[in-house]
Nanobody, 126 residues
Framework: QVHLVESGGGLVQAGGSLRLSCAAS??????????MGWFRQAPGKERDFVAA????????DYADSVEGRFTISRDNAKNTVYLQMNSLKPADTAVYYC?????????????????WGQGTQVTVSS
């Protein structure tokens, strides 16, 4: 079991930055054994992949729309995954969710993640 809690969302102007955090508490498997991902969902739209990171942080994957602007990282000692978001655009406005997957390798589909946080709202004004 994994319990995930996101924080760090808020209102920011276009071009600004935010850093999201996702704190995990686990039972059984340790946090470092999970692939972690960030997804986002805008009103009336599907939940889309944003970024993923492997167990050690040595491998990452990004959606084309955020490549070069967002950075995913993790601190296994703190059971926390981060999403640094720079050069934010109004199109980045959404609820952001972190998720944990026990699958091997980086995963980009919501179906491959078992555990989800409650989400944090990010609003980018123009």
């Amino acid at each position: 079991q994994v319990h995930l809690v996101e924080s760090g969302g808020g209102l920011v102007q276009a071009g600004g930055s935010l850093r999201l955090s996702c704190a995990a508490s686990t039972s059984g498997r340790t946090f470092s054994m999970y692939v972690m991902g960030w997804f986002r969902q805008a009103p009336g739209k599907e939940r889309d992949f944003v970024a993923a990171i492997n167990w050690s942080g040595s491998s990452t994957d990004y959606a084309d729309s955020v490549e070069g602007r967002f950075t995913i990282s993790r601190d296994n000692a703190k059971n926390t995954v981060y999403l640094q978001m720079n050069s934010l655009k109004p199109a980045d406005t959404a609820v952001y969710y972190c998720a944990a997957s026990s699958s091997l390798g980086l995963r980009t589909s919501t179906l491959q993640y078992t555990y989800w946080g409650q989400g944090t709202q990010v609003t980018v004004s123009s």
